[in-house]
């Protein structure tokens, strides 16, 4: 079965600064799509950025971007020019493209913004 | 958004009462999940459906069972509640193609 595990409950970081969040997996597969999901006080879960296996560019979405290492099985959020906005809970995930299309989240990192 | 309602959004029960919450879709997914959010545990799959009456077990699917009778409706019940099903519960659907999971608000269930 697959796994996912984010080593850092929580993070801070200055506001206007960058901060990473890291994250491993592990899986036999070769063709699989990975996310982070992110989670605010409202409880609202909210897609950040998606990444298919197959691709060797690295996702990115405005301030966002991953570090996708498929060898290594490591899948880092970089959040650049920190705001306020962003603290939240984040969530790393995996889902297979074959099978029963099921999303296995990490335990998640708490992310707080120091003005 | 991928209009997903939740019912109730709070509950508050005793244990050993039956408790059934609701997932309601307007988006004609294919795809409907059952997740429940734990501190230090992230989310982890309950149960999930791929179709009508068609579901599957998650993770953590002892004391649950899930019914799916609509496309749009996929309901999570626990037939005799107890304190370690105090959770938050969310829905979700599979938008096809992009492989992106769209969640409900989350219900809230406390089991006193």
């Known amino acids: 079965a697959q796994t996912v595990t984010q080593s850092q409950p929580e993070m801070s970081v200055q506001e206007a600064e960058t901060v990473t969040l890291s994250c491993t997996y592990d899986t036999s597969e070769s063709d699989y799509y990975l996310f982070w999901y992110k989670q605010p006080p409202s409880r609202q879960m909210i897609l950040v950025i998606r990444q298919e296996a197959y691709k060797q560019q690295n996702a990115t979405e405005n301030r966002f971007s991953v570090n996708f290492q498929k060898a290594a099985k490591s899948f880092s959020l970089k959040i650049s020019d920190s705001q306020l906005g962003d603290a939240a809970m984040y969530f790393c995930?995996?889902?297979?493209?074959?099978?029963?299309?099921?999303?296995?989240f990490g335990q998640g990192t708490r992310l707080t913004i120091n003005p | 958004d991928a209009g997903i309602t939740q019912s109730p959004r709070h509950k508050v029960t005793e244990t050993g009462t039956p408790v059934t919450l609701r997932c309601h879709q307007t988006?004609?997914?294919?795809?409907m999940y059952w997740y429940r959010q734990d501190p230090g545990h992230g989310l982890r799959l309950i149960h999930y459906?791929?179709?009508?009456?068609?579901?599957d077990k998650g993770e953590v699917s002892d004391g649950y069972s899930v019914s799916r009778s609509k496309t749009e409706d996929f309901l999570l019940t626990l037939e005799s509640a107890t304190s370690s099903q105090t959770s938050v519960y969310f829905c979700?659907?599979?938008?096809?193609?992009?492989?992106?999971?769209?969640f409900g608000e989350g219900s809230r269930l406390t089991v006193l």
């Open positions: 988006e004609n997914h294919r795809y």
């Open positions: 995930a995996y889902r297979s493209a074959q099978g029963a299309q099921k999303l296995v």
């Open positions: 979700a659907t599979l938008l096809g193609g992009t492989g992106e999971l769209f």
């Open positions: 459906s791929y179709g009508v009456k068609d579901t």
